[in-house]
C-alpha cells in the first residue's frame, strides 16, 4: 500500500511477518547526490545459453533477507548454464510463462559487485526449455544502496563462485 503526503511518498509492507513503513523522499540528500551506478562494459560473452528445469509443482523455496528473517518465494524451476567451464543449476523465481528472475551473488561480491545479492530478469523460457542469461542486464537491488531495504538474498545453490563481470557494479555510497 502506498500513499503521498506532500512530496514524499509512503510505502507500508508486510515483511518477515512484521509491518513496515518506509518513507521514499525525493528531497533526501542522498538521492540528491546520486551519481548513477557503474556497471562493466558490455560483454558479449556474458549472453549465455540456458535450460530451464521445471519443478513437477513450484516449490517455495525458503531464503534469508538482509533484513534478518526468512521468507519462502514460489520457484517454478532451476536454469542450468556453463560459465568459465563450470556447470551451474540456479533455482529461478517467477512464472515460466511470463519471464523469470534469477538471484544471485557472485565471486566479486563485496570487491567488485554489490556484497548481498543481484537480479537478472529472464524472458519466459521458449517451447524447448532453452533460455538466455544475458548477464549484462544484471542490476542491484536496493539494498545495494541502503542499509534500510529488505531484499532477498540469494539461496545457496545461487551463490556462485565464479565473478560475473557483467550488468551493475558495487555503487558508490558516502
Do not use: H, M
Given at each position: 500500500v502506498s500513499m503521498t503526503f506532500d512530496d514524499i511518498d509512503i510505502e507500508v509492507a508486510a515483511r518477515g511477518g512484521q509491518v513496515i513503513v518506509r518513507p521514499h523522499d525525493?528531497?533526501?540528500?542522498?538521492?540528491?547526490?546520486?551519481?548513477?551506478t557503474p556497471a562493466?562494459?558490455?560483454?558479449?560473452?556474458?549472453?549465455?545459453?540456458?535450460r530451464f528445469l521445471p519443478f513437477e509443482q513450484p516449490r517455495q523455496i525458503e531464503h534469508g533477507t538482509v533484513a534478518g528473517y526468512s521468507q519462502f518465494d514460489a520457484a517454478p524451476?532451476?536454469?542450468?548454464?556453463?560459465?568459465?567451464?563450470?556447470?551451474?543449476?540456479?533455482?529461478?523465481y517467477g512464472d515460466s510463462q511470463q519471464g523469470l528472475m534469477l538471484v544471485f551473488r557472485d565471486g566479486l561480491a563485496g570487491v567488485e559487485t554489490a556484497p548481498a545479492?543481484?537480479?537478472?530478469?529472464l524472458e519466459a523460457?521458449?517451447?524447448?526449455?532453452?533460455?538466455?542469461?544475458?548477464f549484462n542486464r544484471t542490476v542491484?537491488?536496493?539494498?545495494?544502496y541502503t542499509d534500510a531495504a529488505t531484499c532477498p538474498l540469494p539461496p545457496s545453490q545461487n551463490v556462485l563462485a565464479v565473478g560475473i563481470r557483467a550488468g551493475e557494479k558495487l555503487p558508490r555510497r558516502d
Open positions: 525525493p528531497e533526501n540528500p542522498l538521492l540528491k547526490r546520486y551519481e548513477g562493466f562494459e558490455p560483454d558479449p560473452a556474458w549472453r549465455i545459453p540456458g524451476g532451476e536454469v542450468e548454464f556453463e560459465v568459465a567451464g563450470q556447470t551451474q543449476r540456479v533455482v529461478v545479492n543481484r537480479r537478472l530478469d523460457p521458449a517451447a524447448d526449455g532453452s533460455v538466455l542469461l544475458d542491484n537491488f536496493p539494498c545495494a
